[in-house]
């Protein structure tokens, strides 16, 4: 049984090497290949292309290197930035305390006359203020 | 009076990295047939053969930095091994595209095929099968079985020699051309 095994693998064998054998080109296909016309052309062609295309990532390869240098530089400028940032702000909040004092007497700011009176800082209430408007108009009225 | 000495391979490819053109020129005029004989063990097809010596020589031109010549025939060996991993890359290439499929075998071929397996052995050896047959079978296979037994058994390369061509190992060499043999039996065994 070993014996018809061992013989049966050689003609597989056999075979196989013909299958191989068949798929290759003839002789002639690889002579017409080798000598096909233009053929260094298209290889120089090719080199040429290559190389371009070589250089164009190179380039880009540049570029990155140059970005990576640039990018710890950048988190530290900005870093600074937003250092300085909440410091002038700390600055403006310790220098100004009239502004808060007066936003805590008469609330925030809104647009209009009232408002416009009130900021100059003559020390008068909102009463007065209402009381100042209702008798300029009531005189305007009574006229 | 012009030395009629041919420059060695070495020379060229010296003169060539220092910029000559022609230099490279002389390598490809010196060395087209053996690419193209490489070329020809793998694909049938004129254009798939001139494809290979186009990229074989294209990545030879810029790995020749790289090429240090020890002996007469350094230059060769290293060019077919350039060779041997484009025709592999390109079973690679042509595996992935879905429009290169080749198709079932059709019972008239299995049938031929069949018969001839059954003939005797020494018709066997000097019959070839239809070539559009034979790449329908080796479809069957994997590029790397392909690649080893090719070289095996078609180019007479030696287990050292395909180490060297590939850059595997002896061992893996060894190893994938029993497994690659083994695969080969398996498809035409249901032809026997």
Redesign the interface.
Known sequence: MFKANSQNNEDLDRAGRVVLKSAAADAETVEAAATAPFLFTRVRAAIKEERERREESTSWLSLIFVARRAVPVMAIVAILAAVLTVWSVGLNLSASPSQNDEEALFGPAEPGVEQTVLARGNGLSREEVFNIVVDRNYGVNAK | MASLVEPTDDVLVSATVAGD?GAF?QL??RH??Q???I?????????Q??EI???T??KA??ALNSYHGTHAASFKAWLTQIAVNCCYDHLRRARRRPEQGLGDIEESEAHEFSA??RSP?VD??T?????D???K??ARLSEEDRLV??LL??EGFSVAEIAEATNWSISKVKVRAHRA?AN??RV??RY?
């Open positions: 053109e020129e490809f005029e087209r047939r690419v193209a004989r070329g020809g063990r793998f694909f049938s097809q004129r254009e053969i001139e010596i186009q990229d020589f294209t031109y810029f001839q397996l052995p066997v050896e019959r070839l099968v239809s070539r047959l034979a790449a079978l080796l037994l090719t058994d078609v043999r080969l039996r035409l065994q026997l």
